[in-house]
């Protein structure tokens, strides 16, 4: 059995300026291949939804896993609903500590 995973409105324009910045820093094909391989990996969740860390010291249920060591994800598992929510992606440097516990995060 699988779950679904799904992007956070806030996921989903944080994959946005990540493609940009990365797109203006080096080219638009090293942004593609590394926001395709971030997305790929958010959806391998699917499978195995329960990796990561639990950090309910941030926030009640979220928890967190790293891609490449400098990008960390936060994501919510709902085994009733067997669904992945991709909460926020935040890039190396970020106090993603601080920003989960004042996040909101609209769907």
Do not use: K
Not at 5 to 23: G, K, N, P, T
Not at 32 to 55: K, N, Q, W, Y
Request: aromatic share 10%.
């Amino acid at each position: 059995m699988t779950f679904s995973v799904r992007f956070s409105r806030l996921a989903r324009d944080q994959l946005l300026a990540l493609d940009d910045y990365i797109a203006d820093a080096s080219s638009p094909d090293v942004a593609a291949r590394f926001v395709d391989g971030l997305v790929e990996f958010c959806c391998s969740l699917a499978i195995f939804p329960e990796r990561g860390t639990r950090r309910d010291d941030l926030r009640p249920g979220i928890r967190v896993i790293h891609f490449h060591r400098r990008t960390t994800l936060a994501f919510a598992v709902d085994p009733d609903a067997r669904s992945v929510v991709i909460l926020a992606i935040y890039q190396a440097g970020r106090d993603y500590e601080n920003l989960l516990r004042a996040d909101d995060f609209p769907d």
